[in-house]
């Protein structure tokens, strides 16, 4: 027997808005839970291992760089998907990477970084 990866969990400080910011990049569903929390959804034509992300109400701001993120990919052209992400409120960040990596690193409006991988850097 194994575990599996049913759900990314995040916390957050303003849930509506970050529920917002996720939902269009990702193309979920929101759906409200109680204690002010936020459940994203898949859409129905999405693969069965889709993970859910729950947004829920942090105590304080984000300090110092996340030690574990999400790597999203793309159909289309990287460099596209990056513009429309920062158009929903992300930002490019620096976290050491040198410019030869097969992804960009990216944070959300609350400062959580998440990479978007090159088509050819895809995990198999």
């Known amino acids: 027997m194994v575990s599996t990866i049913a759900q990314w969990t995040v ?3 303003d849930v ?3 529920a917002a910011f996720w939902s269009e990049v990702l193309g979920y569903r929101r759906v409200r839970l109680g204690g002010g929390q ?3 959804v898949p859409p129905d034509d999405a693969s ?3 993970l859910t992300v729950l947004l829920q109400p942090a105590a304080g701001p984000k300090n110092g760089k996340n030690r574990n993120h999400p ?3 793309v159909a289309g052209p990287v460099e596209a998907e990056v513009e429309r992400l920062i ?4 930002k490019r960040v620096d976290v050491g990477q040198t410019g030869a990596e097969p992804f960009v690193v ?3 409006p609350e400062g959580n970084e998440f990479c ?4 050819s850097s895809r995990p198999d």
């Open 48 to 50: 069965e291992a889709a």
């Open 16 to 18: 509506p808005a970050m």
């Open 11 to 13: 916390d957050v400080q």
């Open 106 to 108: 990216l944070a959300d």
């Open 71 to 73: 790597d999203l990919t």
């Open 87 to 90: 158009e929903l409120g992300a």
């Open 38 to 40: 936020v459940k994203l």
């Open 116 to 119: 978007l991988l090159h088509g």
